[in-house]
């Protein structure tokens, strides 16, 4: 009886023992390996000058965009992704055109050379500094396939911005998927119809598609999440399921705003969200809002070992056409068919930019962030060396009329602000 007693004895030491092991080592393991610190980006100093350039641009970009937006649409930009796309096309304009794309995009003081090498250098870090983050950076040209461009143009942007540059026939039917299947492969297919149609005056796209999936430092608890009200700023409530954590975030409280920033993967990469103070008007702090303000808001912000959380999911895309915004912030001559000088794609054609396409979607949820933006550039040729042609296309409102051609009798007259089908 003795006996089997030992035995029983010596065999739950034999369990317990490696077991208690197992568990001390995996102590002594997180101990030794505390999770990694955000690897640093050693900007030069043309680095330092060209990145707050753009958040000057974008900024600004941002307010203009949501000055012409009605007070309740969801907004997102990526100035990334529009510098990155018109970077690649600075690098075919010239004379006053040139320096008109410089001034808006506040790179006046950088060389070509200087602009292209810290893109490049910034692409290359933005894509590899957090192996726990996927951001993706993709940049494409397709050119109309009996248009000629410059050689230098083509070999700057494949080599400073890894640019895919294709020829295509742009009258092909199948053209518009072609391009739109190359950008919802470099989103993941978060944005796959950009592009609608081709226009017969069109030579170029220069595309920029950022890809970003972050995964929270800190992740939210699915179990936590419960309904609760979110005030609307007509002063009514709507109930959304609202995420909530207690971790140690940085923190900011000024005279302007509440902020709190939350980290992705090994803290590269962070959201930061503001919220107006008490008496302040989101309209206030946007108002208040500029580069200064910004990087001054930054550096306000502080390790506080305890912040409660309460963050709504969401979820939504946005569209917009740049022109107007590019426009009132001085690059009006890169759109003007009469003075727009992009000699530097082809020196024997008048080219100009027509249009600006940026769209973006994000969704924000216990695990983390997804968010995609993408950039359209069309460059279209407006006269010299081609045929003679007129395009007319019917892809905004419009009005009719049936009339009898002899007594010039109007039978119908209408306005089509939305093409229905009947159906």
């Given at each position: 009886?003795?006996?089997?007693?030992k035995?029983?004895?010596m065999?739950i030491?034999?369990?317990?023992?490696?077991?208690?092991?197992?568990?001390?080592?995996?102590y002594?393991?997180e101990?030794?390996?505390?999770?990694?610190?955000p690897?640093e980006?050693e900007l030069?100093?043309?680095?330092?000058?060209?990145?707050e350039?753009?958040?000057?641009?974008?900024?600004?970009?941002?307010k203009?965009?949501?000055?012409?937006?009605?007070?309740?649409?969801?907004?997102m930009?990526?100035?990334?992704s529009v510098s990155?796309?018109?970077?690649?096309t600075?690098?075919?304009a010239d004379?006053?055109t040139?320096?008109?794309?410089?001034?808006?995009?506040?790179?006046?003081?950088?060389t070509?050379?200087q602009?292209?090498?810290?893109?490049?250098f910034?692409?290359?870090?933005l894509?590899?500094?957090?192996?726990k983050?996927?951001?993706?950076i993709?940049?494409s040209?397709?050119?109309?396939?009996?248009?000629?461009?410059?050689?230098d143009?083509?070999?700057?942007?494949?080599?400073?911005?890894?640019?895919?540059?294709?020829?295509?026939?742009f009258?092909?039917?199948?053209?518009?998927?072609?391009?739109n299947?190359?950008?919802?492969?470099?989103?993941?297919?978060?944005?796959?119809?950009v592009?609608d149609?081709?226009?017969?005056?069109?030579v170029?796209?220069?595309?920029?598609?950022?890809y970003?999936?972050?995964i929270?430092?800190?992740?939210?608890?699915?179990?936590?999440t419960?309904?609760?009200?979110?005030?609307?700023?007509?002063?009514?409530?709507?109930?959304v399921p609202?995420?909530?954590?207690?971790?140690?975030?940085?923190?900011?409280s000024?005279?302007?705003v509440?902020?709190?920033e939350?980290?992705?993967?090994?803290?590269n990469?962070?959201?930061?969200?503001?919220?107006?103070?008490?008496?302040?008007?989101?309209?206030?702090?946007?108002?208040?809002l500029?580069?200064?303000?910004?990087n001054n808001?930054?550096?306000?912000?502080?390790?506080?070992?305890?912040?409660?959380?309460?963050?709504?999911?969401?979820k939504?895309?946005?569209?917009?056409?740049?022109k107007?915004?590019l426009?009132?912030?001085?690059?009006?001559i890169?759109?003007?068919?009469?003075?727009?000088d992009?000699?530097?794609?082809?020196?024997?054609?008048?080219?100009?930019?027509?249009?600006?396409?940026?769209?973006?979607?994000?969704?924000?949820?216990?695990?983390?962030?997804?968010?995609?933006?993408?950039?359209?550039?069309?460059i279209i040729?407006?006269?010299?060396?081609?045929e003679?042609?007129?395009?007319?296309?019917?892809?905004?409102?419009?009005?009719?009329a049936?009339?009898?051609?002899?007594?010039?009798?109007?039978?119908f007259i209408g306005?089509?602000?939305e093409?229905?089908?009947?159906?």
């Amino acid at each position: 009886m003795k006996s089997n007693k030992k035995r029983a004895i010596m065999k739950i030491k034999k369990i317990i023992i490696p077991a208690l092991l197992i568990l001390f080592l995996g102590y002594s393991c997180e101990e030794n390996n505390p999770e990694p610190d955000p690897n640093e980006i050693e900007l030069t100093q043309k680095g330092k000058v060209l990145v707050e350039a753009d958040n000057l641009f974008g900024i600004k970009l941002f307010k203009e965009v949501l000055q012409a937006e009605e007070p309740e649409t969801n907004v997102m930009i990526s100035p990334l992704s529009v510098s990155l796309a018109l970077a690649m096309t600075y690098n075919g304009a010239d004379g006053d055109t040139k320096a008109a794309m410089e001034e808006t995009l506040g790179l006046a003081g950088l060389t070509t050379d200087q602009i292209n090498k810290n893109y490049k250098f910034l692409i290359d870090a933005l894509s590899s500094v957090d192996p726990k983050v996927l951001m993706s950076i993709a940049n494409s040209i397709w050119y109309k396939h009996t248009f000629p461009v410059e050689q230098d143009f083509i070999d700057v942007n494949q080599n400073y911005y890894y640019a895919e540059v294709l020829p295509l026939d742009f009258g092909d039917p199948g053209a518009v998927n072609i391009i739109n299947n190359w950008i919802a492969n470099k989103t993941n297919d978060l944005i796959t119809e950009v592009l609608d149609f081709i226009p017969p005056d069109a030579v170029m796209y220069l595309i920029n598609a950022i890809y970003f999936k972050g995964i929270w430092k800190f992740e939210f608890d699915e179990a936590e999440t419960e309904e609760e009200p979110f005030y609307l700023s007509d002063e009514t409530t709507k109930d959304v399921p609202m995420m909530v954590q207690e971790e140690s975030f940085n923190y900011l409280s000024n005279d302007w705003v509440q902020a709190v920033e939350m980290p992705y993967g090994q803290g590269n990469y962070s959201m930061i969200v503001l919220l107006p103070q008490t008496g302040k008007t989101l309209d206030e702090v946007i108002d208040a809002l500029s580069n200064e303000t910004w990087n001054n808001w930054l550096g306000d912000f502080h390790k506080e070992e305890k912040v409660v959380i309460h963050l709504p999911r969401f979820k939504f895309e946005y569209e917009n056409l740049l022109k107007e915004e590019l426009i009132s912030m001085g690059m009006g001559i890169a759109f003007d068919p009469g003075y727009a000088d992009f000699s530097k794609i082809n020196p024997n054609r008048q080219l100009c930019i027509s249009r600006v396409i940026h769209k973006s979607f994000i969704e924000v949820n216990e695990e983390g962030t997804e968010a995609a933006a993408v950039t359209v550039v069309e460059i279209i040729e407006t006269s010299a060396g081609g045929e003679t042609f007129i395009s007319f296309h019917v892809n905004q409102p419009f009005l009719f009329a049936i009339r009898e051609k002899y007594t010039n009798t109007i039978i119908f007259i209408g306005r089509v602000m939305e093409p229905m089908d009947g159906e």
